[in-house]
């Protein structure tokens, strides 16, 4: 779909029209000449894409120093490794300022900080009016990057729209979940995942005070954020990792849990367990978010993970300017 967009092949039927720039980040550094340095590529790269030389020069450095190359540029790209060719590639396509953007699994180049730098220039050039289109098998990818989506299975069009809607009917189908009436609890079907047989993520739910399960969470009030599991061998050192994002095109993280970091781990036998992160009132905002779960023995051996889990969260006060909500009570009390 994007090379057709990308004019790179024809499509069979029907036809594409493009109003703008068209930067495809599709196989970053694939087309660089390798005998060339780094410096003759950028020009014959963002000149395909469309720049003249002056506008190029006036971007040059801020490439060089976007793509963290260095003194490398005057190198043959032969030279380089994969991850320096690709950061490079990715560093020509977002600075020329396109309409249209093309995203092609690429979010993953580079160290954590440079992805963090790539999704912040990302979220600069939707600012500015960019359109993004992004293919991509990774939920969190999509639901940082984007506020609506397309399920595409084998050709055919499964479902489109609100991007948590059409992510939660992916992450269904990928890892055969069954959504219980509940909005906000799944449990895995089956076991589909390569990987440790000691440990199994089964489903993942809220409860509230009285250890009742809820359909959602409400800002302010007890929470428990539980992950039930199936063991089955004795384990020590078992920590849980819940990561907590919000959803819907706003790529932020918003928390970071870890029973590790608090230093609390558990040791079990084989059996069913519950995980439960008993928190005494939930500070996120309403809305809708999505948790990343890892079960792990310490801080490094994972047992399993679900990368995406969908949640909203509710409240009964208003919380629409707030970045986070702050439980409180109103008095008005006479000096004496």
Known sequence: LLRIISGLIKPDHGSVEIKGRVAPLIALGAGFNPILTGRENVYVNMSILGLSKEEIDEQFEDVVE?????????????????????????????????DILLIDEVLSVGDIRFRGKCNTRLKKLQDQGTSVVMVSHSSQSILNVCRSAVYLLRGNLICQGDVSKVMSRYEQDLHGLIFQSSPTRFVRNSRLREGSTSLDIVSIFFRDFKNNIIDYPESGKFTSFCVACKIYEELQHVSLYVVINSAGGENEKILLLSSYNDKISFSAKPGNYEFRMKMPYIGLKPGQYYAEVVCKIGSLQVLDYVETFLFSVTSNQPCERNLYFQSREWELVENI
């Open 66 to 98: 976007f793509a963290e190359i260095g003194e490398a540029i005057d190198a043959p790209v032969q030279s380089y490794s994969s991850g320096m060719a690709a950061r490079l590639g990715f560093a020509c396509a977002i600075h020329t300022e396109p």
